[in-house]
Structure formats: C-alpha cells, structure tokens
C-alpha cells in the first residue's frame, strides 16, 4: 500500500507542501464509544470499599452481568476496593467515581494466570496487566478516582534491578528474563510459547487494551505502576483525556501507544521516571514480523514535568511510526531529559516520517530540547537501516536546556529533511551537535538570541 492511501489525499498533499499538519484529518475519523444507560456497582456484587477485602471476583461478576446485559457502566463507589487483575469485556465502561480508588494487590499471583501481552515491543505470555483487554471492542476506563498500583522498590520496581531500589547485587532480576525473551522474538518460537509469568520477573503493564477498538480512558488519576502505565497495543481509535500519571518507578511510561492507529492523547498531566509519552512498534525481529506501523496519532493540551521525554519515538519502533503531531503542550522540569526523542538504531530499524512538533512551550529540560539519535543502545552496526524524514518543528520555545538539538544520523542513512520554523532556545549550555543530516533548514529561529543557521 502506498504512502499516499495511509495518509488520505489531504494529508499526503500537505506533507509533500511541507505545510501545516494533517491533525484536523486525524480528529475527524476518531470516536468515542458510546455506552447503553445502565449502572452495575460493584458492591451489589460483594465488593467492600474497606482496603482489605480483594474485591476482583466482585468486580469480575459485575463486569460480566454488564456485558451480558448488552453494556453499561461498572461503578466503582466512593472507598478503597484491593483488586487483583481486572479484565474488560466489550461495551463495559468501568467508572470510578470521584473519592473512589482501585488499589492493586502487591501479590503477583494475583495476576495469574498469564496472558497473551507484548513486553518491551515483542509478543509473549505473561503476567496479566492491572487491566486488561483483548480483542473487544467499546471499552472504557473513566471517572474521577484513582488506580493505585501500590508499586514501590520493594514491590514490583525491585525486580527491574535497580541498585538503590530494593535490589542488591546477586539478588534476582529482570535481566536473564528479559534477554531470553528478546532472543525467542529474533526466532521463529511461536508468541504462545514464550510463557512467562510465575517463576519470572517480567513485570506487568498497568492498563493494556489489546487488539481493540473504540478505547476510551478518560479522567483517571493513576500512581505507581509496576512499569508502562497506559499501553495500548494493535489497536485502533483510542482516546486518552484528562489522565494524570504520577509514577517514578523504572519504566515508567506514561502513555506507550504501540502499532496502533488514531489516537488522540489531550489534555492529560504526566509526572513520570520515565518517557511521558512513548510512541512504540515492536522492537527488532517480532516488530518487523508483525510489521504494524503506530500511526495517525494526535498528542495536544498536555503537561509534561518530570520524565526522560516528553514525547519520544521509539526505541521500539521496527514496525515504524508516521503522521505524528504534537501540539499546544507545555513540558518543564529539571528532570525532564529532552522534550521531542527520536531513538532508534540499526537493529531497530522502521520508517519513522511525517512528525510535527508545534506550539510546544518548553522551561526546561536538562539535557536536548530535541533529539534524535540513531546510537541508541546497540547503536550502529546492525542490517536494518532506520529512516528519519519529514520533520516539522515550528513555533517551539525553550527556555533553558544543555543544547537546542542533537541530531545523530549515519553516513550511510541520514536523517532527511528537518525543518525548523520560527522558534526560540534561550539559555542553551552548549552548541547543538549535528551529525549526518540532509535537508535541515532553519526559518528564523534563534538559539541564546542569535540566529540559528543550518550546518
């Protein structure tokens, strides 16, 4: 299929002008669900608000009878409810109400038993996430109340290996899970067989809708997860509004859409230890296997504080990313990395075009106000080439950073056509460093006050 039929006329006309941006386009095909008037309250099911009755069977008939009935609304009340996995079906709206908090058992048998995920861009069985859904279609997550994942560094976080977060060296970790996985996904092991969960310490993703469509999540405060918060994976119309993350565990990404098409992400707040927002499509074999790009994906009226990026591609990203656009959103911290990551490599691979970055205020960042970087992790020397093209930044401020831009291509891939228009980077520490580019242009922008010139 050619370029110019995933983007639609409009928006191939309006990258090849090199103008603009093809939000308006993206908008107009995505939906919210829309669910049938019925209410089901979970404590009409045995559930108690009192902390310590694990309510997931509760929660479970509920959201059963909802969806026998044809949909509706699974009401979490005002109270504390302990919840082991939580799985949705089709037309089920799950609704905390405000001063209602869904708190996550710390028991990872509670998670049991293992279900089909992807983890870390390749397919796999393995612990269920906090919620999860696969293959349905019309669900939600909404409401004013809180999902507390109770992870710290001495649940969950400790199994990444983190020296200073409940783990000492020569205890168990991720590390030999995590290598024998990425070795069955450069393998023909069917994802079935790669069984994970009990035993292992593959941690679980937060929220993960897989293989679904028409998502909606929608005013939740989230907290401490074990990893990746929201995680939407192939699936298709997706909207993430009026989310507020806070969790600084390891891996801690707020938003990861990976190969999913039409999303909307707005007006959310994310306080993250890591990416803000992750735009992911499987990592190096498994992702080209099932060769699904992350596509149309609209990010606009978010507030970024501390995280490694505020938006970034990749680095899971073999499956490719294009027609991106990020817009209206204020990202600041000391302890924000960068602002707009592009990370990538030549094991990675995957067509990565078509990005807008506008309107974009930054304070500070402690490192790039834009990157893009080709040597991440493994770096150079791999068979898969990645492409970066199509680059849109216009009307970005930044007001303190180690440097403007970091642009890192190869001689033999470079990055293509970069294109900054009227934007301002004050208190710039160091010069950008710009290796292996074609077609970078600057349209008065200024870095510490002086105009910037294309090197």
């Known amino acids: ?14 990258v090849a002008r090199g103008e603009n941006d093809p939000e308006a386009e993206i908008i107009a095909r995505i939906k919210p669900p829309v669910f049938p008037d019925r209410d089901f309250e ?20 509920a959201i059963e009878a909802c969806a026998n009935a044809g949909g509706g609304r699974v009401i ?7 919840t082991g996995a939580i799985h949705l079906k089709s037309r089920v709206n799950l609704h905390l109400a405000e001063n209602a908090t869904l708190r996550f058992s710390r028991d990872p048998n509670d998670y049991l038993p293992a279900v089909f995920s992807r983890w870390e861009g390749t397919e796999c069985m393995n612990y269920s996430p906090f919620l999860y859904a696969f293959e ?10 809180t999902l507390d994942g109770q992870a710290d560094c001495e649940h969950w976080w400790n199994w990444k290996g983190k020296a200073g977060c409940g783990w ?17 996904g450069e393998t023909t092991t069917p994802a079935k067989d790669r069984v994970f969960g009990a035993g292992h310490l593959l941690r679980p993703q937060f929220i993960q809708p897989y293989r679904c469509q028409n998502v909606l999540i929608d005013g939740v405060t989230i907290l401490n997860s074990p990893m990746w918060e929201l995680h939407p994976v192939l699936s298709r119309n997706v909207i993430v509004r009026g989310a507020k993350i806070n969790s600084h565990g390891p891996n801690n990404d707020g938003c990861d859409p990976e190969s999913c098409s039409d999303v909307l992400i ?3 707040v994310f306080d993250t230890g890591d990416d803000c927002i992750a735009i992911k499509s499987g990592r190096n074999g498994d992702g080209r296997r099932l060769a699904a790009p992350s596509e149309n994906i609209v990010i606009r009226n978010c507030v970024m504080k501390d995280g490694h990026g505020g938006v970034s591609i990749g680095s899971e990203i073999s499956g490719g990313a294009r027609n991106i656009v990020v817009a209206d959103c204020t990202m600041s911290s000391p302890h924000l990395e960068r602002a707009l990551r592009i990370k990538t490599n030549s094991y990675r691979g995957g067509v990565i075009e078509n990005v807008w970055f506008r309107n ?24 898969f080439s990645p492409v970066v093209r199509n680059i849109y930044i216009a009307h970005v401020t930044c007001g303190r950073s180690a440097s403007a831009f970091s642009l890192r291509g190869y001689a033999s891939a470079p990055i293509r056509d970069v294109h900054v228009t009227d934007c301002a980077f004050d208190h710039a520490a160091r010069p950008d460093s710009i290796e292996h580019v074609e077609g970078l242009e600057f ?13």
């Open 1 to 14: 299929m050619t370029r110019r039929v995933f983007l639609g006329t409009a928006a191939a006309a309006i």
């Open 42 to 61: 979970i404590t009409r099911f045995g559930a108690r608000g009192d902390g310590a009755m694990n309510c997931a069977e509760s929660i479970r008939k």
């Open 76 to 82: 979490v009340p005002p109270g504390v409810f302990l």
């Open 136 to 145: 349905q279609s019309d669900i939600a997550i909404t409401g004013a109340g």
């Open 168 to 184: 000492s060296k020569g205890e168990p970790d991720q590390s030999k899970d995590r290598a024998a996985l990425e070795k069955m």
């Open 266 to 268: 707005e007006n959310c």
């Open 360 to 383: 974009v205020s930054i304070g500070q960042v402690a490192d790039e106000a834009v990157q893009i970087d080709f040597s991440y992790e493994e770096g150079a020397g791999g068979p």
């Open 443 to 455: 349209k008065n922008v200024t870095i510490n006050g002086r105009p910037a010139r294309a090197i």
